[in-house]
T-cell receptor, first 114, second 113 residues
């Protein structure tokens, strides 16, 4: 079982729809990241959070530390939101002998149709 | 302030060959982490360099090695390439003395034939 699980793996939505992507993890963490990856590979950090909720524009990220679960919401989705969204956690313990490194989920591929 | 850059963008190598990938960290950053992302998978941690020293390694064989220079740029070297090494290689830089937030480069797409 992967330490970070995302659902769904693939998601197709109509423009304007409200979208939720879920992330569950099994390790103790010090922070959780939501990342966006466009075709071609470049990764952009959307949020880093360790508790509660953060909002940036149409994006909202929440985390429940007790339940080891996080969600990424996109309101009023748009075709330009089409990308792979990746959840990654920073382990609270040394992982691979170093601090600050990330354990990634496999990503959720989002396609928003006009 | 320039972001994280990687070179080359794409690379095709033959099985058994050796390859060097390069990463220039963001200004003010002293830490570089390397990740391998196979098609359809999330990135996997290879190793991290902090102030020119290797500071942790994931589950990768010794033929994956690295280096960090005094200007904090970094190289990833892979010897005896195998077909399964075909992947997107990402580097991410940070300043561990301030924050663990990592900034990613655009990646190098390596194809081994």
């Amino acid at each position: 079982k992967n330490e970070v699980e995302q659902s769904p793996q693939n998601l197709t939505a109509q423009e304007g729809e409200f979208i939720t992507i879920n992330c569950s993890y099994s390790v103790g963490i010090s922070a959780l990241h939501w990342l966006q990856q466009h075709p071609g590979g470049g990764i952009v950090s959307l949020f880093m959070l360790s508790s509660g909720k953060k909002k940036h524009g149409r994006l909202i990220a929440t985390i429940n530390i007790q339940e080891k679960h996080s969600s990424l919401h996109i309101t009023a989705s748009h075709p330009r939101d089409s990308a792979v969204y990746i959840c990654a956690v920073r382990s609270g313990m040394n992982y691979g002998g170093s601090q600050g490194n990330l354990i990634f989920g496999k990503g959720t591929k989002l396609s928003v149709k006009p | 302030e320039t972001g994280v850059t990687q070179s080359p963008t794409h690379l095709i190598k033959t099985r058994g060959q050796q390859v060097t990938l390069r990463c220039s960290s963001q200004s003010g950053h002293n830490t570089v982490s390397w990740y391998q992302q196979a098609l359809g998978q999330g990135p996997q941690f290879i190793f991290q360099y902090y102030r020119e020293e290797e500071n942790g390694r994931g589950n990768f064989p010794p033929r994956f090695s690295g280096l960090q220079f005094p200007n904090y740029s970094s190289e990833l070297n892979v010897n005896a390439l195998e077909l399964d090494d075909s992947a997107l290689y990402l580097c991410a830089s940070s300043n561990r003395d301030i924050s663990y937030e990592q900034y990613f480069g655009p990646g190098t797409r390596l194809t081994v034939t």
